[in-house]
């Protein structure tokens, strides 16, 4: 039989896209990382490892990987819960389902920056509708709370531009942004689960709802789970616009929403440093690669049950 | 144990309406098999008498006690799914376990690392419980795998375990058997009779499939388009059909329908030879008669076999007759010498015919001829 190169021709074109739009830009990247490289000049130095040196040891990346971190460990566990939440209670109606779909849904499908500007004005510090309706609490029985009685006698808190606050204020509306997707993948996960094992559950006695959760929604949502989980990650990794909406001017309060798609945004193209921008950015593709992994490791471990 | 009774059970599934007005009591520790065609409401009915489903109307008692409201986890039932309903994420000793977890174990005595501790001693007795089941079911060799890694066969087991490890006061089985290749299927046939003499509690089965029921029960009830047709021993049912649905779905090969007439007289005739007396009808009616109730002989009807069937230990003949182009299938003994397109002469056993009216209804001899009509 004579020697086909047919295979060739079929792996080829996807060959050719996958090196030229991913790998060639990740590989420019990380050599990019090690140089001092900056747009519009001719040529570069090698720094070796000083790009990275820097980003573990100067205390504006320690407050990078604080914001980041900070965003990430609240924005996703709050917004894999409140999404199983509103899709189990959503499933459990036979009216208004759709309805209720629709409402939560809609902050994904909206334009980010435009519900930035509606949140800046909602959580401005005096004609903003969030501290308005706390100032109406003050005098009853809400004032017991310490908090709230220190917020009625000098004012509540400056949501956006208190250093305290900012990155919890972010991490909020991340969530309100994002719980709605996570909501639709579980109802896709829950339709998915036949109901004859309710039926099982129900002969073998499982008569709360918590006991019907435990034996056979949330493993039978075990790889829906999984997906949900990295993808928030990723997401969450991710977020740039609502930071680039509320401080153009940079991370916010003395940095304290300072997270990585902004600084490598900031120091790769508002401040043309390729060289630490690239190395951030490497950095960035590590953690995604790292939770990429575990993802894998755990579809194929844990949840796949066929 | 418990005997069970339903009474006047009706249910639509909004405006077609599935069962009507059904009446069933099965005694303590018997073997009921509800079958017919699918869509004839007898899953249904088995999802009623579980609970799975609400009846518009009618009341399901169990030992005399009414649960018509009492929900599926309160009625101390245990069924067996046609899917398995195993859960995936647990291996086949925690599928067993689990409904001796969620009935005899407290919640705290349920809680993960906790529980364990708490209820230590129980814990061994249930486990000791599962082994028993298995062992009965001889799946003790594969309690520590997933539903994922056995085969048909295995999974069918290990969800026949799950429900037989309590005690419950009746099995409720929806076609079992029906995902299992043939010959397992004949096999487990076998062994659900045997299990059920030992166990000797009551079993409620559904299957489309009559041989099932004819080969396991000790009663089955023939349902079609919503009603139970008729209920009775095996022997009763093949024999002594009520109804034209009936003997048309009980038996393999199919029972042979003719055309016969009542005349005036109240003579029954068929091929224009007198077969026997029935009364109240007149006119053309339909002649039943099973495959072994026709014979081979020098005269009567004759007709061509078209077709010949070899099970080995017999063998099923197809004859086209020449008088109306009538199939006519019989059984012959295996050595016969008979080949496909002879011409032979056909007679039968006008004692096990059947006269059904145009509605269906069966009509009685009052007297009958000679054994056999030429």
Known sequence: MPRSYAHLWFIGPALFLMVVILLLPIILAGTLSFTNYSLGNPGADWVGTGNYERIFTRSAYEKMFGATFRYVFVVVPLTVALGLGAALLIHSLTRFGDLYKTIYFLPVMAALIAMAIVWEFALHPTVGIVNATLERGCGTFLERWSWYAQGCARTFPLWLTDRDYAIWTVAFIGVWQGFGFNMVLYLAGLTSIPRELYHAAEMDGAKSGWDRFRLVTWPMLGPTTVFVVTISFIRSFQVFDTVEAFYPQGGGPSKSVYVMMFAIYEKAIQQNLMGIGAAITIVFLCFVMFLTIIQRWLVERRTHYV | ????????????????????????????????????????????????????????????????????????????????????????????????????????????????????????????????????????????????????????????????????????????????????????????????????????????????????????????????????????????????????????????????????????????????????????????????????????????????????????????????????????????????????GDTVGLSIDAARALIFDPDGRRLGFTERELERIA
Do not use: W
């Open chain 2, 1 to 340: 144990m418990a005997n069970v009774e339903l009474t006047g059970i009706s249910k639509s599934f909004g405006e077609t309406s599935v069962l009507e007005d059904v009446d069933l009591q099965i005694a303590d520790g018997e073997f009921v098999t509800l079958v017919g065609p699918s869509g004839c409401g007898k899953s249904t009915l088995l999802r009623i008498l579980a609970g799975l489903e609400a009846a518009d109307q009618g009341q399901v008692l169990i030992d005399g006690r009414d649960v018509t409201q009492v929900r599926p986890a309160n009625r101390n039932l245990a069924m067996v799914f046609q899917s398995y309903a195993l859960y995936p994420h647990l291996s086949v000793a925690e599928n067993m376990m689990t409904p001796l977890r969620l009935r005899d174990l407290s919640r705290a005595e349920r809680l993960p690392l906790l529980g364990p501790l708490l209820a230590r001693s129980k814990m061994g007795e249930l486990k000791a419980q599962v082994l028993d089941a298995a062992q009965t079911l001889k799946i003790d060799h594969l309690l520590a795998r997933r539903p994922g890694e056995l085969s048909g066969g295995q999974r069918q087991r290990a969800a026949l375990g799950r429900a037989l490890v309590r005690d419950p006061v009746a099995f409720l089985m929806d076609e079992p058997l029906s995902n299992l290749d043939a010959a397992l299927r004949v096999h487990m046939r076998a062994e659900l009779a045997e299990l059920h003499r030992r166990l000797a509690t009551t079993f409620v089965y559904v299957t489309h499939d009559q041989a099932e029921a004819l080969t396991m029960s000790d009663r089955m009830a023939v349902m079609m388009g919503g009603k139970i047709l008729q209920i009775g021993p095996p022997d009763e049912i093949y024999n002594d059909p009520h109804h034209l649905e009936v003997a048309k779905f009980v038996g393999s090969p199919p029972i042979n329908l003719l055309p016969g007439e009542i005349n005036g007289a109240g003579t029954v005739t068929l091929f224009d030879a007198p077969i026997g007396h029935a009364r109240g009808h007149n006119g053309a009616v339909m002649i039943g008669l099973r495959p072994e109730a026709v014979f081979l002989a020098a005269q009567g009807p004759r007709g061509r076999v078209v077709h010949r069937e070899n099970l080995g230990s017999e063998i099923y003949l197809h004859v086209m007759l020449e008088q109306g182009a009538h199939r006519v299938v019989l059984r012959t003994a295996p050595m016969t010498s008979v080949a496909l």
